[in-house]
């Protein structure tokens, strides 16, 4: 699941808060950023199965913890999703006049996802001998890892018509620097409920592309560098486009709308594809006398079993891979000249699943140098985080620290989200709309 990032949305008179929706409006006339002296670094750990507390159980009457493994793996959800994502601004440019706001920006852009079914993990802790598994499919459906690494060179731009409403567009040109797909993922497992024989079915389709650039990413690799300059021919490409819009509709309340990273990658370099066709394999068991005889060839009998029965078939096609895709409409209303307070309604659309949240803020804007918000956000209308986001500026550097989950660092054994947006760049001059309205630059 790809961050909501409602801090940033919030404060949205940032060059920075154009990621979100391309119709904000910054308050500065140019904006500066370039790495690593100015930047911006969004990254997010999500895990939605279960959270390190859940693994423990206070003993009555004492300072000690009972490990609990079977209550961890009973409250897990049907499919559980562990993310991790980042993304790093290394260059962006934007220019803001009484109309038009223009920018120009490249980031590197990483997502990946590993899902897993509750019932692996009540399979490895009861094994398969309950009543529960007993003359029953147990569906090891849903196992699958992506990922996705790519550069995005980006031009923005957003327009005023007339006094109340803005409309901006970005396009996005992407170059692919390596990804990994589970096209198809089907595993299950029935025992007997006489013999306990076991059958095992199953079929898998994996996509990858330049899987040395993701161990790089992994280890921190030095040779970076090189990935980037390979890049630089790559035959990887594709497009995004987000689009947005706000809409003054009276002096004190903004409505705004926008959806991101509409798009896909094209992957032709480099391409592996591994198909292992369906099969159907049953184990009844050991063989006594064969395996008292010769263990090797027993053991030999049964991979061979297994090989013919498993055909992978290699090819080196190209595939697709979509854009991590969201949209958001939000609605903010202004209590004093220095402080609103706003909803948000976010939704993405991550391989195989989607996710809505709703966000609720108060935004403060005070003197020239600093801004403040807080927001409280339920994902999935059941999971509660509070965020807050800090905005400074002295003279034309302007520095924040957001985070859409500040229980994470107050309660790490209890998170499932951790995420923090850590950014700097230069800020020059003041647009005419804000010196009108008499608003701080943030």
Do not use: C
Not at 67 to 78: A, E, I, P, Q
Not at 227 to 236: A, E, M, P, Q
Not at 264 to 274: E, F, G, L, R, S
């Amino acid at each position: 699941m790809t961050q909501a990032n409602f801090s940033q949305y919030n404060i949205n008179n940032t060059a920075q808060s154009q990621y979100l929706n391309p119709a904000f409006r910054p308050s500065s006339k140019v904006g500066i950023s370039i790495a690593p002296f100015s930047n911006l670094l969004n990254v997010q750990f999500l895990h939605t199965g279960f959270a390190l507390k859940d693994a423990f159980t206070p003993r009555t009457n004492s300072d000690t913890l009972d490990l609990t493994l079977g209550k961890l793996v009973d409250n897990l959800n049907k499919v559980n999703y562990l993310d991790f994502n980042m993304q790093n601004e290394l260059l962006a440019f934007q220019v803001t006049t009484k109309k038009t706001s223009v920018n120009f920006t490249v980031n590197s852009v990483f997502r990946s996802g590993f899902s897993y079914p509750k019932d692996l993990l009540r399979f490895a802790y009861y094994g398969n001998g309950g009543e529960e598994y007993l003359g029953k499919r147990v569906a090891f459906d849903n196992i699958g890892f992506d990922a996705l690494w790519y550069l995005e060179f980006g031009v923005g731009l957003n327009r005023k018509i007339g006094d109340k409403l803005t409309v901006g567009a970005k396009v996005k040109f992407l170059k692919g620097i390596a990804s990994f797909q589970t096209a198809e993922s089907q595993f299950g497992l029935y025992t007997d409920p006489k013999t306990y024989a076991l059958e095992v079915d199953g079929a898998m389709a994996l996509n990858y592309n330049n899987l040395a650039a993701l161990e790089g990413l992994q280890n921190n690799s030095s040779d970076l560098g090189a990935i980037y300059d390979s890049v630089s021919t790559t035959k990887n490409i594709g497009l995004g486009l987000d689009l947005g819009a706000t809409f003054q509709l009276t002096k004190k309340i903004m409505l705004s709308a926008s959806v991101i990273d509409l798009g896909a990658i094209k992957w032709k370099d480099n391409v592996t594809n591994y198909k292992v066709n369906p099969f159907t394999f049953e184990y009844k068991g050991v063989d006594v006398d064969k395996y008292l005889n010769d263990t090797s060839d027993y053991f030999q009998e049964l991979v061979d079993s297994l090989t013919q029965l498993t055909t992978v078939v290699t090819t080196h096609n190209t595939y697709s891979t979509k854009l991590y895709s969201k949209f958001y409409i939000g609605g903010s209303y202004d209590l004093t000249k220095f402080l609103n307070v706003g909803a948000v309604w976010y939704n993405s659309f991550n391989p195989g699943r989607y996710i809505t949240a709703l966000n609720l803020s108060g935004n403060v804007k005070l003197k020239h140098w600093i801004g403040v918000s807080g927001n409280v956000s339920f994902y999935n209308y059941k999971d509660v985080n509070l965020g807050a986001g800090i905005n400074l500026r002295g003279g034309p550097f302007q520095i924040y620290f957001m985070t859409d989950n500040v229980l994470s660092v107050m309660y790490p054994e209890a998170a499932k989200n951790v995420h923090f947006n850590f950014g700097m760049s230069f800020q020059i001059g003041k647009t005419k709309e804000y010196k009108k309205k008499g608003l701080s630059i943030l």
